[in-house]
């Protein structure tokens, strides 16, 4: 437990963190390294964030475990073994519990601690921060390490408080664990939560009753010890291997292909694809170029996988329900399963196609639809997340002149390379909305963040900078740049939370960054080395540099031939064609 309290004091400190999560803690590390004056306040009462929270049975990692760990230490990185390729949100836990431990974390982190609100002072240059208990603190800076899953929707069901039996929701799973056996279980959505945890339900519980309203794709994680030639090229060389995984789109590696499906035999594809299957996991997403543009390449993934739905399923009209239809594969987060589409040939298990028989609420016993009545002892929401902008948005964040960061979003998440807000100085967001974040594996994008924020503050510190603040200008081309890298794919097709749709009313925006990893690093970096191109900085209220603008874009790649006319027409149909 935190033995130390931000200051209240009238010197404000360096840095406030929120989020004890992979991201606060290695921010917190980073900024004590550097000699800075940095507290974190955290909600929950241990560290580890996503895997604090998400105990539900069966939650692991979707990205190799060998690549999803940090790679700031090279001791750390050598004394950690997984054991298995997808670690389990135990041992996760356990990582980020002795990350904490080894680097001294808790000393400087206030537990079960909520921040409610943060305003910026002007003349102060400093932002109060207010939180559900105990002092404001004051800090220079503000950094939201707040995670972009971390607040579950508001999605509720009539007469749900009258239910006799249990309700869990898997992103707020009790810590001592549920034992289902001999329950009468239903779970709603069918999402990578309910897709790992259902089997694992499936064979505890005496009946497990799935209630689906949209399909997902999954791919087999394949999971089991690292295999002996993966864990020996990771090891040979730990610096190169993660500065390859770095430098791709995704940060991992998947070895994506240029071959177009559309131009090969299908023969070949289908070779491909089974290879790819059998190695589980991503991987078949990096098989062909233009399966995430254009549609009839996507489609012989689709079926692909229909196919192997199919095989997997043995009663067809179950299997036939179980394939997506209404969105193209790779345009939401595939998931990664053990054994989900075989728990449907499990006799305790059965399906209900809530498109047919829409649900209709709670009542004692358990849910009604508009067919029929089911009766439960424990009901589970797997039902997902306000996504990228509810952590934030929840905070009752004020920048300058008291302007709220709601107002300011709208219409939509804007922010200067996911990094900064217009009107919020010394504001950052850590795998914000405008980054790469949740199309990535999150901890190659976390220490990106991390160490760019660091350098910022540094910079800042040694020139005594008091203030840094996107410019609307250098915003508002991020947002167009943004929106130019992902309209010419498919991924705006889906209502994915990407784009907000999961959650009533939230403006429809695709928020995180799909122009890559690699690129969007190396902008970041042009960025600095611009003297922070886009930004005002100040010392006081003397204004001491200003740039309004953002230049720092890569040369664009060379487009394939093939893909040339269905990106141009997306671009011009969305008004975005850049000016002869
Ligand atoms: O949430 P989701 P999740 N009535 O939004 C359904 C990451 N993650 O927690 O699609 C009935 O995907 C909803 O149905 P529909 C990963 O990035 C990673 O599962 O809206 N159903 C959907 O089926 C992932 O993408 C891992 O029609 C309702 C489900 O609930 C992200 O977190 C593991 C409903 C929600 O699915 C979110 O995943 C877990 C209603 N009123 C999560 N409201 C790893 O593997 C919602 N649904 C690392």
């Known amino acids: 437990m935190a033995t130390s309290s931000p200051s209240t004091s009238a010197q404000p400190i360096d840095a406030l963190i929120v989020g004890a999560g992979f991201a606060g803690m290695y921010m917190l590390h980073k900024l004590r390294g550097l000699g800075l004056n940095a507290a974190v306040v955290e909600s929950g009462s241990g560290v580890g964030g996503?895997?604090?929270?998400?105990?539900?049975?069966?939650?692991?990692?979707?990205?190799?475990?060998?690549?999803?760990?940090?790679?700031?230490?090279?001791?750390?990185?050598?004394?950690?073994?997984?054991?298995?390729?997808?670690?389990?949100?135990?041992?996760?836990?356990?990582?980020?519990?002795?990350?904490?431990?080894?680097?001294?974390?808790?000393?400087?982190?206030?537990?079960?601690?909520?921040?409610?609100?943060?305003?910026?002072?002007?003349?102060?240059?400093?932002?109060?921060?207010?939180?559900?208990?105990?002092?404001?603190?004051?800090?220079?800076?503000?950094?939201?390490?707040?995670?972009?899953?971390?607040?579950?929707?508001?999605?509720?069901?009539?007469?749900?408080?009258?239910?006799?039996?249990?309700?869990?929701?898997?992103?707020?799973?009790?810590?001592?664990?549920?034992?289902?056996?001999?329950?009468?279980?239903?779970?709603?959505?069918?999402?990578?939560?309910?897709?790992?945890?259902?089997?694992?339900?499936?064979?505890?519980?005496?009946?497990?009753?799935?209630?689906?309203?949209?399909?997902?794709?999954?791919?087999?994680?394949?999971?089991?010890?690292?295999?002996?030639?993966?864990?020996?090229?990771?090891?040979?060389?730990?610096?190169?291997?993660?500065?390859?995984?770095?430098?791709?789109?995704?940060?991992?590696?998947?070895?994506a292909s240029d071959a177009m499906a559309t131009e090969t035999a299908p023969e070949e594809i289908r070779a491909e694809l089974e290879r790819r299957w059998a190695w589980g996991g991503f991987r078949i997403l990096g098989a062909y170029a233009d399966t995430s543009i254009d549609p009839q390449a996507n489609r012989i993934i689709q079926e692909f996988v229909a196919e192997k739905i199919r095989e997997q399923v043995k009663d067809p009209a179950v299997a036939d329900l179980l394939t997506p239809k209404d969105h193209p594969f790779g345009t939401k987060r595939p998931c990664v399963d053990t054994g989900y589409y075989a728990t449907f040939n499990r006799p305790n298990v059965s399906l209900v196609d809530l498109r047919a028989e829409p649900l209709a609420g709670f009542n004692a016993e358990g849910i009604k639809t508009t067919a029929r009545e089911y009766a439960f002892d424990a009901v589970v929401l797997a039902t997902g997340f306000d996504a990228m902008t509810g952590a934030i948005e929840r905070i009752d964040l004020r920048g300058r002149g008291g302007r709220q960061i709601k107002d300011h979003w709208a219409e939509g998440p804007r922010t200067y390379l996911g990094l900064m807000v217009a009107g919020f100085p010394n504001l950052f967001t850590i795998t914000g909305p405008g980054s790469p974040s949740v199309l990535t594996n999150m901890i190659n994008s976390i220490e990106q963040h991390v160490e760019w924020v660091a350098d910022c503050l540094v910079a800042l510190k040694q020139r005594q900078q008091t203030s840094i603040e996107a410019s609307e200008?250098?915003?508002?081309?991020?947002?167009?740049?943004?929106?130019?890298?992902?309209?010419?794919?498919?991924?705006?097709?889906?209502?994915?939370?990407?784009?907000?749709?999961?959650?009533?009313?939230?403006?429809?925006?695709?928020?995180?960054?799909?122009?890559?990893?690699?690129?969007?690093?190396?902008?970041?970096?042009?960025?600095?080395?611009?003297d922070y191109e886009g930004f005002m900085i100040r010392q006081g209220e003397r204004v001491l540099s200003e740039s309004r603008v953002f230049t720092s874009l890569p040369e664009p790649g060379e487009i394939p031939e093939k893909l040339a006319p269905i990106i141009m027409e997306r671009l011009m149909a969305a008004g975005l064609l850049p000016a002869e």
């Open 50 to 255: 996503t895997w604090y929270w998400n105990r539900y049975p069966g939650a692991r990692v979707d990205i190799q475990s060998l690549e999803y760990s940090f790679g700031f230490d090279e001791e750390l990185e050598k004394e950690w073994r997984w054991s298995e390729r997808y670690a389990p949100q135990p041992e996760l836990l356990r990582y980020a519990e002795h990350v904490a431990d080894r680097f001294d974390l808790k000393r400087d982190i206030r537990f079960n601690t909520r921040v409610t609100a943060a305003h910026w002072d002007d003349a102060a240059q400093v932002w109060t921060v207010q939180t559900e208990k105990g002092p404001a603190v004051r800090c220079r800076h503000l950094i939201l390490a707040t995670g972009c899953l971390s607040i579950p929707t508001d999605v509720t069901f009539p007469g749900i408080d009258t239910f006799k039996g249990d309700v869990y929701r898997t992103s707020r799973w009790p810590h001592e664990g549920v034992d289902f056996s001999g329950k009468r279980v239903g779970i709603i959505g069918t999402g990578s939560s309910a897709i790992q945890s259902i089997p694992i339900i499936a064979g505890q519980a005496e009946h497990l009753t799935v209630f689906q309203r949209t399909p997902n794709y999954s791919m087999p994680a394949h999971n089991g010890p690292i295999p002996d030639a993966d864990f020996e090229a990771w090891s040979k060389d730990p610096r190169g291997y993660r500065a390859a995984s770095r430098d791709t789109v995704g940060g991992f590696q998947n070895e």
């Open 473 to 530: 200008e250098a915003e508002a081309a991020w947002c167009r740049h943004s929106a130019e890298a992902v309209t010419p794919s498919l991924l705006p097709q889906a209502n994915s939370w990407y784009m907000g749709a999961n959650v009533p009313g939230k403006p429809r925006m695709f928020m995180p960054y799909a122009g890559g990893l690699n690129k969007y690093t190396e902008i970041c970096r042009q960025v600095a080395a611009k």
